[in-house]
């Protein structure tokens, strides 16, 4: 931890049991809940930045794509509140759960009476997600109109629609979409409780579900005709459903720029630490589920499995690859039925 002044930024010993009580499972290289749903760690504007850069590869608005993606991914999450019983007083025994919730995600607050969040989430997300609470509380589907008043404030206009509440559907021909369960050691990560919502490391954090991004690729899987066609020098995918292929590509060349973007230093020595770089910055974000395979000269072979947190993992893992050895990659990615097979070499050397 580092030595820091602000209140704000000091550990906040309840939190963080709160926080590694409901992600036990993953120990140190995943975040798990009970339930085999696997999250991921988002730090500062990541999530705004990503964001972006997704729509100027993609070449489209995607607010409401990733409204609705988040929407679905916290309603499937959310199915094991309705297995709970809250005895007497049962609906505000549900509000404040749902509240608990809400703070272990660091997502900040939010008011159910106002329809008001309070947060560092990216708007169109937050939003899809407070849906996805409404829904819960209230049981019928519900429609939201989201206004951003201040960086941190968003009011949300209501109404009921005339329809009953039904299952989001499965992520079809997508097999790293599923739920599994792991029973790592349980790994302690401390939690710093910020004004809104928590931190790490001094660093505005929240977690979010992996499920969200599988999503943002099934709900774009149709935009093919504006996306920027040169990403495809960048990426060869085999073994993924072909609807998926432009989105994926989009959602993979943004987590490289994103990476790329930041001003996190990675060092490669001449023995390829690979595993050392995996230890120190996709672990602590819940993107451990990669081993180093094989280096050999310009070539770099990874292996990482079919899980939730794979695409994400694949992406960082580009940016990475490229801050390491200061040159554009070409990334073939092979999915097995094992394994994702992932090849790392020069685009220079490749052409």
């Known amino acids: 931890m580092p030595i820091v002044e602000d209140h704000n930024q000091t550990s906040d010993a309840e939190l963080s049991a709160r926080f590694n009580q409901h992600f036990s499972l993953g120990g140190s290289s995943k975040l798990v809940d009970a339930e085999g749903n696997m999250w991921y760690l ?37 199915e ?54 409404l829904e819960q509380y209230f049981g019928k589907r519900t429609k939201i109109q989201w206004r951003q008043l201040q960086d941190n404030l968003i009011i949300c206009d209501v109404s009921d629609l005339e ?34 919502g928590w931190g790490i490391d001094g660093k505005i954090s929240y977690v979010l579900p992996c499920d969200l991004i599988n999503r943002i690729i099934y709900n774009a899987g149709g935009y093919t005709d504006t996306y920027n066609k040169s990403l495809g020098q960048y ?46 910055h996709l672990k602590p974000t819940g993107l451990g589920s990669i081993k180093h395979v094989n280096s050999s000269g310009n070539v770099d072979e990874f292996s990482v499995e079919i899980n939730q947190t794979a695409i994400l993992t694949i992406g960082k893992l580009a940016g990475l690859w490229e801050r390491a050895n200061g040159k554009q990659s070409i990334c073939s990615v092979d999915l097995t039925s094992t394994e994702f097979k992932v090849r790392f070499e020069s685009l220079l050397s490749y052409n």
Not at 58 to 71: D, E, K, Q, W, Y
Not at 87 to 112: P, T
Not at 165 to 191: C, F, G
Request: aromatic share 12%; net charge neutral; hydrophobic share 40%.
């Open 42 to 78: 988002s730090q500062d504007r990541e999530l705004a930045n990503f964001v972006a850069l997704f729509e100027a590869n993609i070449g489209l608005p995607m607010g409401r794509v990733f409204h609705n993606s988040a929407a679905d991914s916290l309603e499937l999450i959310l």
């Open 80 to 133: 094991s509140v309705d297995g709970k019983n809250f005895g007497f007083f049962a609906k505000r025994n549900r509000l404040k759960y749902l509240q608990s919730l809400w703070e272990v995600y660091g997502w900040g607050d939010f008011n159910i009476k106002q329809n008001s969040i309070t947060t560092e989430v990216f708007p169109a997300v937050i939003s899809g997600f407070y849906l996805s609470i």
């Open 235 to 280: 990426w060869r995918l085999n073994g993924i459903d072909n609807r998926y292929v432009t989105s994926t590509v989009c959602i993979l060349q943004s987590l490289k720029q994103l990476f790329m973007t930041s001003d996190i230093y990675v060092f490669i020595s001449e023995t390829n630490n690979w595993s050392k770089i995996i230890d120190s």
């Open 163 to 196: 329809t009953s509440l039904t299952k989001p559907p499965p992520l079809p021909n997508m097999p790293w979409a599923t739920t599994e369960q792991h029973n790592d050691s349980v790994y302690a990560r401390e939690i710093e409780r910020r004004s809104i």
